[in-house]
């Protein structure tokens, strides 16, 4: 099912120092995932990434207090946030989730295809990466559930909120490594909407 349309209000205009910092964030993830790309990730040091960034040491862990949040920390939540908060008022709240997390990862891959796929890879084949997602899920969990408890009246601990946003994050991770490791069958979005639809529907066994 293709997910529904909506439009959502202009971004305001980011200072001179903002603009710099994500220039700055870019670099690094830029110069980390070529060098993952080309050597690998182990043998792939923060001082050799700090070198090819042009930035110092200190400030790659300014940006990514540890190497795999380099690869983790995507500034995608704030964008999942803003669309979880923009779904119609009336829609379910599942079916809310499902949009949001579509549409970012949508528009992700749109964006570098290339590093969506070595990001899949990294997370299925580095145990470091693979334990620190699950901070990291864990973190976008909590920031989802805080949107569904204002859109539920739910308080944010509630156990369907947990069940519900954990599930469909659950349902992405495995959306990724199902689409790496069969070597991208479709584009990443169709196999996360397939992913989220058998959470929203029922699992077809």
């Not at 220039?23 to 993830?29: E, K």
């Not at 923060?46 to 940006?63: G, N």
């Not at 976008?140 to 569904?148: D, F, I, K, Y």
Request: proline share 7%; aromatic share 4%; hydrophobic share 40%.
């Amino acid at each position: 099912m293709a997910p529904a349309r909506t439009s959502s209000p202009s971004a305001p205009k980011l200072g001179l120092r903002e603009r710099k910092k994500i220039r700055t964030r870019q670099a690094i993830r830029q110069a980390a995932y070529r060098l993952f790309a080309e050597q690998g990730y182990d043998s792939t040091p923060v001082d050799q990434i700090a070198e090819a960034a042009e930035v110092s040491p200190s400030t790659v862990f300014r940006y990514f207090p540890t190497k795999e949040d380099i690869v983790l920390a995507d500034g995608h939540d704030p964008v999942t946030v803003a669309a979880l908060r923009g779904r119609p008022a009336d829609e379910p709240p599942v079916r809310a989730v499902r949009e949001a997390l579509y549409s970012t990862v949508g528009e992700a891959y749109r964006t570098d295809p290339s590093e969506m796929y070595l990001r899949a890879r990294l997370i299925r084949d580095v145990p470091a990466v693979r334990a620190r997602l699950a901070e990291h899920t864990e973190t976008t969990g909590r920031r989802l559930r805080e949107v569904l408890s204002e859109r539920t009246g739910r308080p944010e601990g509630d156990l369907a909120l947990r069940v519900a946003t954990t599930a469909m994050l659950g349902g992405l991770t495995e959306a990724m490594l199902h689409w790496v490791e069969n070597d991208m069958p479709g584009d990443l979005a169709e196999q996360v909407g397939r992913a989220l639809d058998l959470l929203e529907r029922g699992l077809p066994l």
